[in-house]
């Protein structure tokens, strides 16, 4: 049975980066419910090929019947790895969504939406160990404040963090409203859902470890493309954004590139375009879409 699932951001432009040719190879590595893959199959003609990605077995409901089309159920961060199970070696376009689906949201047990009192599952891949129970219970009181900080940018970290471990030692946390509850104190009168959002936010990324996946993914993709392929991504964080929009630029995480004799530096990718993002109009009828960046590169 086919899941529903929101509309896709930045259908038209994502896709139009692309700038697809009708029998060229696409990797689509967030599936989720198939929209950007279903409008990249219509550029293509008999001869081209699509593969798409997603480690949440619910997304495999949503399956296209396409003889050009591929589903692989695994993480984003094997792409590689994957392809060359079916003869992939290069491809003339790469397409992401990241972030957390509208589907994943909108399911009160998957745990990831603060709307809901759930457990505190948040994992994509539910066949992996790590859980957000196991994070808020399990993790040292540096360990929760480090995540607490880096991921979901809480200048007050450190007094979070305590206090979950104060409460968490008179009782097991297990559910989304118990550690709402554990946190009480540190939620402003009309800011406590801005709040929960970061602190979600942080342990969703550590369950999944999206920054760590993200950086394998790209670091792939300079060699998967073919030259004058296309690389076309969608981020939703700040955290995101500047891990891609640094690897256009440079190529690198961190530091600069190294210069030749004359000053010239060689990097793999350059981009194409500037920064997309979401119309008022496309917000309005899709609130997901408010914190939607656009990014296009092409293979060099």
Known sequence: MKLIYHNPVLLAETVAGLNIKPNGVYVDVTFGGGGHSQEILKHLDDEGQLFAFDQDKDALANTIDDERFTLIGENFRYMNR?????????VDGILGDFGVSSHQFDVADRGFSTRFDAVLDMRMNQSDKITAHHIVNKYSEEQLSAIL???????????????????RNEQEIKTSQQLRDAIAKFLPTGREHKVMAQLFQAIRIEVNQEIEALKEFLLQTPKL???KGRLSVISYHSLEDRLVKRFIRSGLFEGEPEQDMFGNISVPLKKVGKLIIPSQEEIRKNNRARSAKLRIATKL
């Open 82 to 90: 994957f392809l060359r199970f079916y003869g992939i070696t290069k």
């Open 225 to 227: 493309l073919k030259p």
């Open 149 to 167: 900080f880096q991921y979901g940018e809480l200048r007050n970290s450190r007094g979070l963090a305590t206090e979950i471990i104060r409460k």
